[in-house]
């Protein structure tokens, strides 16, 4: 067993071993300022919390501030996951003790034995902190506010430290050596690795991981990489690969939201100033669009629309690692398997099914809609843009870019073939959309409206006149009042 034991003396440092205990004796000024502001790497104040005594109210509160405070700042990754995830309380500690695991065996027990006991007056700090900082304290379980701010003060512990210091600045370097030469030696029985500190925090889906520690058994070779038959123009914005796992041989897919990948639809500047004119606002920060998706997957999936399950993610480096599908992207199926038709009515259908449920994507090129076969509907994979439909024109939106990358990738006896498919086809979205007529109606009218036309037409230098001008007269055709 490991004790220690906090004396009044700045010069009382060393071990006492009285048959199985270990007593490490410490400066209690030199584990206050560890605590508060880590002079020493968090190493003394760590074990202190765990297996310290006498149980001193000064450190247990100013360790309680500094550890809520790293909180705040570690769960600003979640900062757009309100709702969707909490922390266990013992996470800040037991974090700071994994992370001395390497520095010395004792930490590897202390860990171990805090996980399983606790340390009461610890956690009933960091509740009453955390609660004053903002958090929803829900026993032993802390989760966040979209309307609070997390902020807490260890100014005071500053000010108040700043005189010690001074006079203890030379005793650090004699101290801090020694310290760790102590707790080296301390012998400690033999354990298991324990438990990454993100098995802590809880997601509604997903695992959440530090992907560095799983990145070697993952294979993300070139050689499976996804989409890699379809045209360079998708394989440019796309940011999924599909992986494996070197053990089980499984593949999932795994999506990084890197600062490249934000900027795809700035590709298309400066079509982003006319989006907002119908109040499209693509999202471009990676954290944004990161949590955006994660979100939209969940919450597309209870309206019945079939996303993939989320396997793992690290909102530190934004990565997320999803189930992997056995199917056809959209963009496939009707290009080189010669099923323009069915893609498109798969599509159609889909997409009735997604507005229906007050969604909109507008992110919908063929190759974010993955077909099984047999299935008159497809999983939607990237839903990084989503959001609740706000007008008309976004569900308009969502079924113009569709045929669009169509023509971007067709060939030129199939292009010719798509405005008049999605002039047939339309009849799909508008019998499977479960809106009134005139919410139909007024879809159909914004189709033709030149705000959202006029996006396009600054594509012809790209795709050409002869293959987008077809497709913006159907649009108008279909956007124009009956007779």
């Known amino acids: 067993m490991i004790r220690i034991v906090v004396k009044s003396r700045i010069t009382d440092l060393g071990v006492v071993t009285r048959d199985r205990l270990t007593e490490i004796h410490v400066p209690k000024q030199i584990a206050l300022l560890d605590c508060m502001l880590k002079t020493m790497g968090y190493s ?19 360790a309680a501030r500094r550890l809520v405070s790293d909180l705040s700042n570690d769960l600003s990754a979640f900062s757009g996951a309100y709702g969707l995830f909490r922390v266990n309380i013992k996470y800040p500690l037991y974090k700071n003790l994994y992370r001395l695991t390497s520095r010395a065996e004792i930490y590897k027990y202390l860990a171990v034995r805090y996980l399983e006991s606790g340390s009461p007056d610890l956690d009933l700090a960091i509740g009453i902190t955390a609660k004053n900082a903002g958090f929803r304290v829900d026993g ?64 509604v889906e997903g695992k959440v991981i530090d992907y560095r520690s799983i990145k070697d058994k993952i294979d993300d070779s070139e050689m499976i990489q996804s989409n890699k038959n379809l045209p360079k123009i998708l394989s440019a914005l796309s940011t999924s690969k599909i992986v494996r796992d070197r053990e089980s041989g ?13 900027a795809k639809w700035l590709l298309i500047s400066p079509t982003v100033d006319l989006m907002t004119l119908v109040g499209i606002r693509p999202k471009a920060l990676p954290q944004t669009r990161f949590w955006n998706e994660y979100r939209y997957t969940i919450e597309l999936r209870k309206r019945g629309i079939a996303t993939q ?129 005139e919410a139909k109606a007024r879809i159909l009218k914004s189709l033709s409206d030149p705000r959202v036309t006029s996006i396009f037409l600054i594509s012809m230098s790209i ?21």
């Open 140 to 203: 032993s379980w802390l989760s966040m506010d979209r309307r609070r701010r997390y902020l807490v003060n260890i100014r005071a512990d500053w000010l108040k430290a700043i005189p010690a210091i001074e006079s203890l600045r030379r005793s650090f370097d004699e101290y801090l050596n020694p310290l760790i030469k102590i707790l080296k030696s301390v012998k400690t029985p033999q354990l298991e690795d324990p438990p990454p500190p993100e098995d802590l925090i809880e997601c």
């Open 309 to 437: 399950r989320i396997l793992y993610i690290d909102p530190w480096s934004l990565t997320m690692l999803k189930e992997y599908i056995e199917g056809e992207p959209l963009s496939s199926y009707a290009i080189y398997k010669g099923l323009i038709g069915e893609a498109i009515e798969i599509f159609m259908r889909t997409i009735a099914k997604i507005h229906s449920s007050g969604v909109c994507l507008i992110d919908t090129k063929p190759d974010n809609f993955i077909t099984i076969e047999g299935s008159d509907t497809a999983y939607c994979i990237d839903l990084e843009q989503a959001g609740e439909c706000r007008r008309y024109s976004h569900m308009a939106w969502d079924l113009i870019v569709f045929p669009y990358f169509l023509l971007l990738i067709a060939p030129s006896n199939v292009a010719s073939r798509i405005p008049l498919i999605i002039e047939d086809k339309i009849k799909v979205y508008l019998d499977s959309l479960k809106l009134g007529d």
């Open 250 to 262: 499984i593949k999932m897919v795994m999506k990084s939201f890197s600062d490249y990948a934000s």
């Open 44 to 62: 003394l104040c760590a074990a202190y919390l765990v297996s310290g005594e006498p149980r001193d109210d000064d450190i247990v509160n100013a």
């Open 463 to 483: 795709v050409g006149p002869t293959r987008i001008k077809p497709l913006l007269d159907i649009l108008k055709k279909l956007g124009s009042p009956k007779p």
